[in-house]
Each structure stands twice: as C-alpha cells, then as structure tokens.
C-alpha cells in the first residue's frame, strides 16, 4: 500500500456556490483556492502520494441553519466525491452538524450506500463541540460501523482577534478543544471502534497532553496515565506539521502506527507540501512507509 494522503480537500462548484451565496468567501482567513481533481492529481504526484481521501474543509455545512438546506448541501457534496472514488481518490463525506438527525441519516447512507472510506466532523459545528452531551446516537452509528472519523477544525466561536489567522492559530486549538472533550466526556470509551483523526498532528494534543491528562483527572477521577494513554491513541496527521519543532513531540506521544500523512491540499499550495513532505521523509524515525494506512476501509 502506497501514501495515503488523510488531509486533501475537495472544493465541488455546488459547495463553492452555495458559500458564495452565504456571502462567504473563504475558511480560516483564506480566500478559498482553486481546485480541481487534475490539480489534486499532479500536486499527488509531486508528493508521492497514490491516494487521496477527499473532505471538505470548514465550514462545511454548519453556517446553514435548516437542517434541511444543511442536508441536501451534505448529500450534494458527498454524491460528487463518490462519483470520484476510485483507486487514486477516497471519500471522507460531510455530515450536516449540528442537525443531529440529519447527520445520523447522512452518515448512514455515506457509509452503507456510497461506501465512504469515513466521514470528515468538525472540531465545532455552529459553536457546538464534538463530545458534548446529546450526541450518542451519531457515534453510535459510526462505532457500529466502525468507521474513521476526521476531525477538521473550524473557527472558534466568539469573535476573531485582529492581525490573528484563525487557520494559523484557532485552528489548532479547535481540534484540541475537541480532543479534549471526546475523552473526557467519554466518548472514546463507549464508542471504541470509532477511528479518529486528528487534524494538524493533533493541534496541541501532543505538546500539552499531561496538562489536558491533569484536568481530565481533577473533573473525572481517572488515572491520568489512562487518560495520558487514551490521547495518545488518535490517529494524527502531518499536514503543515512535520517540521523540525512540531515532529519531535507528536513521534514522542502518538502509538507506534498512529500517525498519517496529511499534505492540506488545495489550502496549503503544493510547493508547501512539499516542503513539509521532504522533512517528512527524511526524518529520523518515519517515513512514507511508516505511516498509517491499513485502519482506512479500503485496504
């Protein structure tokens, strides 16, 4: 099995246009790129990668608040990168949170009917955090299926800090925020067959895990080495991460296995991934044969 690229994003014209229609022009702080699956293509081949497993970036559907629009906007984005699934493309399908009926049956059918490889959530839909209460019958779903899911942040709720890029810095915390919440409200031990993903190498999971551990420890009651031992049990990309600094730390945390690539293309332009790619390559203790392949339902 060749390079899985985890972290490779879609931007579909019928997504594109119904963000132009909200009066949203990018993600992050980003002007949405161009894109399109001959750019994914060439910029997989620069990057050695054999397959990429298509998502949507933030915001996904979340700044639609019917649960309906949310819903169909999901099943039109998710119809188109089925139509692309083949052995160079994947699928990881947008869910429509936080309209949690909605999600349920989306997911459902991505996975039973489209056959996706996972489905992509966002760290925080509308303001609503993964692992806050009420959203048991979506992880039940996905544990039945045990499927992979990828976590992708969004915006921070509450307002941006001028000359502050959300995609530079929020983002980060956004995935941590619901990393933390996904083991300490539990959700990791009720719904162990569920394969999560984390965005960014994790965000700030690895280089401040024994403080997340502490706190966990302090609300719960649990060991915090247990607890140490959960985190540490994601699955972390290396998208705009596998850099002298970043590497160290997530090699010393995540499970031997427990690391993917990740390039973040269309958003980070090729000639950035391929920087981060090359690091990558020729670091001490990993390469692109070391990293993680064989939890994605299509191997």
């Known amino acids: 099995m060749g390079r899985i690229d985890t972290h490779h994003h879609m931007i579909p014209e019928v997504y594109r246009k119904a963000l132009r229609t909200a009066g949203i022009g990018g993600a992050g702080g980003r002007d949405l790129p161009q894109w399109s699956p001959q750019e ?3 910029t997989m081949t620069e990057l050695g990668v054999d397959t990429a497993i298509l998502s949507v970036s933030a915001p996904g559907t979340s ?9 169909a906007l999901a099943r039109d984005v998710n119809d188109y990168g089925a139509e692309l ?4 493309f994947g699928l990881f399908a ?3 949170l936080p309209h949690l009926d909605a999600a349920v049956a989306e997911t459902v059918r991505a996975l039973d009917e489209l056959r996706a490889d996972g489905v992509v959530l966002l760290a925080n839909n509308d303001g609503v955090y993964l692992g806050e209460d009420g959203q048991d019958p979506l992880f039940a779903a996905l544990n039945e299926r045990r499927a992979v899911v990828f976590i992708h942040p969004a915006e921070l709720p509450g307002p941006t800090v001028p000359g502050v890029a959300p995609w530079a810095t929020d983002f980060l915390l ?3 925020r619901a990393a933390f919440l996904l083991v300490r ?3 990791r031990q009720r719904y162990p067959e569920i394969r999560f993903i984390l965005s960014h190498g994790g965000g700030f999971v690895p ?6 551990a502490m706190a966990i420890t302090a609300d719960t009651g649990r060991d915090p080495f247990e607890v140490l031992d959960e985190l540490s049990s994601f699955y972390f990309d290396t998208a705009l991460t596998s850099s002298p ?7 010393a945390f995540a499970k031997p296995g427990h690391i993917t690539f990740g390039s973040d293309f269309p958003f980070a332009p090729s000639f950035v991934g391929k920087m981060f790619s090359d690091n990558l390559d020729s670091f001490p203790g990993i390469d692109g044969e070391s990293l993680a392949t064989d939890f994605l339902r299509r191997t």
């Open 185 to 187: 409200n539990g959700i």
């Open 63 to 71: 700044f639609l608040p019917d649960a309906a629009a949310a819903a």
């Open 174 to 176: 956004d995935t941590t």
């Open 85 to 88: 699934m083949s052995a160079r």
């Open 94 to 96: 947008t869910v429509p």
């Open 40 to 42: 994914s293509l060439q």
């Open 207 to 212: 280089y401040a895990s024994y403080r997340m």
């Open 245 to 251: 600094a970043a590497l160290p730390s997530l090699l």
